[in-house]
């Protein structure tokens, strides 16, 4: 959670290396911001070593009294890096437990907004790390990495020593990889290795500022005359040009620079950008703009000025990603593996052609999606692309060209070929992702020209705390009532069992009938397309599984024999660009269909959210349909960035920190809290099912589900509105109001308070959690959509 005052100017103090002076610097500046009558307050949040040597007692030294404020948050004895020293306190049994990464950033934001309540003035604070930018943290984190939820403005300071080009540069390149702002590089004017001289150079040319200073004297034995010395020191520091005071103003500007940024981002936003699914005519002032700051885990740091200029309040404030920022976030916004495989592979490769070539990047994730990933046991080939709907393109390229082929369809008659889905679907953007959805949709242009016939499902949901199963129109006559009680989820999701069912036989009557009038009348189809188990921008409906496997069954003629075999009638294609990759909780939805399709298409959590990326898989024998000796019988289509290398080797540690997840703690506590108490639930979800059974019976809302990540609300709604209907949105703007944020147990970053981010599909709210979004944090937002319920 960045902190960002107008009162209260902030710089971290990190060092290239031990021993570089850090200590020194935050004095001096200090004592220069002190000098022009402003307030200073120093903070070390750990500090190891006797209290004689402590890095606060020495500014508080050197500083004129009355003028700092210095904290030390954690006090260690042993003079060695923090997680040693934590160590140490534990075997020594005078520590009961290491303060988490959590603890340690939590402190100091309470300190942070602590001093911008007191301050009764323009402040400055200073945050001073230990050791270098990758030295551990209590818990044994890298400090780059722990402090980055706060995202506070950075002072380097550079090694003089021999060798500190390489670990200035080093430190400087790590700092950049995370994002951090650097608003200068200090160092000590050390005149035999002379580094500030080329590194002056060096970060001139990417515009940042360095400055130096004279190093200070060497320690006397004697105290007294240590101090003396040093106190001079000090004091020619402030009586000469040393360029400290230079730096004072360099940093205020900084500060001053980037609010004035922010707050002229909303007016330079309507002036230049055309939003995707908005309608600019009901966002047209600047405060419907959200501006995003930075992100980290599952938060947006958000510019958001109070209205009372009175009031100390940090202009930056914690929103909570509630749709995983569309669908795509899985392990949290600048988690810094990705961040390094994206560099580790730009380095390496840039981006490279790809056709008849290969790098390693993708050949991992291709042969990791075949053999041991969704496409394990019914897949041999991936086709990469550029993201969801351009593979869904590929995908049904695939799907009608081996149709046409081994059913020798005349070239005249192919383009005439429709595709079978489902009502209210979405395939993507693009015209031929769009033209296999029906007209019903809102997701079309002029040249949409819907190719197919798409039958309306049953749906699940869960409605005055028990499961039911929603039948439409046609399959009411058919069975005789709307609505078909479930005993669990888990049930509903047991397809194998429901199979022998009386409702099965009904499903399978109704789409037989539906398929012989369409054959009847002349319709040809090549495909069908489904989103497996929920039907994402069509309003995120939850489809009765048990029709779209006997939808499977009957397109293809037969019975799921549990295993793959040759296609037949038409191949199958899955969409699972939203709700693939543990999404809902499961790698693929075919193993709980209990049968495969022929092609499926991955994206969105592929490259775990950082890049756009899309995965098509095919089967052997659809592959076998482009083999030939005729170039122009191939699969003649791709893009410029297929098989990006920066984007697969992101997917392929996104795949990596998945799998971490799937045998961690609150994966397997999540999943133990959805079973019936005799064996784990095939399906399960990281909201709690207390929670979704107690809003289901509240008077406005008609169903409530989920499933792994995702959470639905179906508003009850007087209009038929669909998709522009304003009810859910209305409903939940609560969610956005700075004013009415609430403390949930320190749930957000820093301890503090949230608004959340959120998008709705008319009276449909939906939420979304990353793949390993804390507990905690969704007790919160529990909590929050309760109560906004409960109130309406």
């Known amino acids: 959670m960045s902190l960002l005052f107008k009162n209260l100017r902030i710089h971290q103090i990190l060092g290239s290396n031990t021993n570089v002076g850090k200590t020194i610097f935050a004095t001096a500046l200090a004592r220069a911001s002190a000098a022009r009558n402003t307030p200073v307050y120093y903070l070390k949040p750990v500090s190891t070593g006797g209290l004689e040597d402590a890095d606060h007692g020495h500014v508080m030294r050197y500083v004129e009294s009355g003028t700092v404020h210095a904290d030390c948050l954690f006090q260690y004895d042993e003079p060695v890096s923090p997680h040693l020293a934590a160590k140490l306190k534990i075997a020594n049994k005078t520590l009961d437990q290491i303060p988490s990464d959590h603890t340690i950033v939590d402190s100091i934001a309470g300190c942070i907004r602590k001093y911008a309540e007191t301050s009764q003035r323009y402040s ?41 080009i390489s670990s200035t540069i080093s430190s400087y390149e790590s700092l950049l990889l995370r994002g951090y702002i650097i608003d ?14 080329y590194l002056d150079q060096y970060f001139a040319e990417k515009g940042i500022h360095v400055s130096t200073i004279d190093p200070p004297p060497p320690r006397l034995s004697d105290p007294a005359a240590d101090h003396q010395s040093t106190q001079n020191y000090y004091n020619n520091l402030n009586a000469a040009d040393t360029g400290i005071t230079g730096v004072i103003d360099h940093l205020n500007g900084c500060h001053d620079k980037r609010i004035e940024e922010l707050a002229s981002m909303p007016k330079r936003t309507l002036d230049t950008i055309w939003w995707p699914f908005v309608q600019h005519g009901l966002a047209k002032t600047e405060k419907d703009v959200t501006v995003i700051d930075s992100a980290h885990s599952d938060f947006f740091s958000v510019y958001q000025p109070t209205e009372k200029a009175d009031q100390p309040s940090s202009l930056l404030i914690p929103e909570f990603d509630g749709s995983a920022s569309w669908w795509t976030q899985t392990v949290g916004h600048a988690h810094p593996s990705l961040t390094l495989a994206a560099a580790r592979a730009s380095g390496r490769y840039g981006h490279v052609m790809f056709p008849q070539a290969v790098h390693l990047p993708a050949l991992n994730l291709a042969e990791r999606l075949v053999r041991n990933g969704p496409g394990k046991g019914w897949a041999s080939r991936a086709f990469f692309s550029d993201n969801g709907s351009t593979g869904i393109e590929v995908a049904l390229k695939m799907a009608l060209r081996a149709y046409a082929t081994r059913n020798n369809v005349k070239d005249t008659d192919a383009k005439h070929l429709g595709v079978i889905g489902l009502a209210g679907s979405y395939h993507g953007d693009t015209i031929g992702a769009m033209n296999a959805c029906g007209d019903e949709g809102v997701y079309s242009c002029e040249w949409h020209d819907a190719k197919g016939f798409w039958f309306d499902p049953p749906t699940v949901g869960i409605s005055d705390g028990k499961p039911r199963i929603t039948l439409t129109p046609a399959l009411r006559n058919l069975v005789g009532e709307s609505s078909t009680p479930a005993p669990s989820l888990s049930w509903i999701y047991d397809i194998e069992a429901r199979l022998q069912t009386p409702l099965a036989a009904k499903y399978s009557s109704y789409i037989q009938k539906a398929l012989g009038q369409l054959e009847r009348e002349g319709h040809k189809f090549g495909a069908l397309i489904l989103e497996p188990l929920v039907m994402g921008a069509g309003g995120m409906v939850f489809v009765d ?46 193993p709980l269909l ?37 170039k122009g019988a191939a699969l003649l289509h791709g893009h410029s960035y297929t098989a990006h290398a920066v984007g697969c080797e ?78 859910a949105l209305s409903m939940f703007a609560r969610l956005k109001d700075r004013q009415d944020m609430c403390n949930f147990d320190s749930a957000a970053p820093g301890g503090a308070s949230f608004t959340t981010h959120y998008r709705t599909l008319g009276n449909v709210a939906y939420f979304m959690t990353s793949l390993n979004t804390r507990p905690s944090l969704i007790r919160a937002m529990e909590k929050k959509i309760r109560d906004i319920l409960k109130e309406a």
């Not at 984190?141 to 020593?161: H, M, V």
């Not at 200068?184 to 001289?197: G, Q, T």
């Not at 496997?549 to 296609?567: E, F, H, M, T």
């Open 124 to 164: 400055h604070v200073y945050l001073e790390t230990a050791g270098g930018v990758h030295s551990p943290t209590l818990s044994g984190t890298s400090q780059a990495d722990c402090y980055r939820p706060l995202f506070l403005p950075t002072i380097l300071i550079g090694d003089s020593n021999l060798g500190g």
């Open 184 to 197: 200068a590089i200090l160092l000590f004017r050390e005149d035999y290795y002379r580094n500030w001289e």
């Open 545 to 590: 599984p048990l029709f779209q496997r006997i939808l499977v069954d009957v397109i293809r003629g037969q019975p799921a024999s549990g295993k793959y075999a040759n296609w037949s009638g038409l191949p199958v294609i899955f969409d699972e660009v939203f709700v693939g990759l543990y999404r809902l909780g499961m790698e693929s939805a075919a």
């Open 594 to 630: 209990g049968v495969y399709p022929d092609i499926s298409v991955y994206a969105k959590i592929l490259t775990g959210g950082l890049l756009p990326l899309a995965a098509t898989l095919a089967s052997e024998p659809i592959f076998q349909a482009f083999w030939s000796d005729n």
């Open 650 to 727: 992101v997917a392929n540690e996104a795949s990596k920190l998945i799998d971490t997840l799937k045998t961690g703690e609150e994966w397997k506590n999540a999943q133990e809290s959805w079973s019936d108490g005799e064996s784990r639930s095939n399906v399960w979800s990281l909201w709690e099912p207390g929670f979704i059974h107690e809003i289901s019976k509240l008077k406005n809302v008609d169903e409530a589900m989920t499933l792994g990540t995702l959470l639905v609300i179906r508003l009850k709604s007087g209009s038929d509105l669909g998709y522009i209907s304003m009810a």
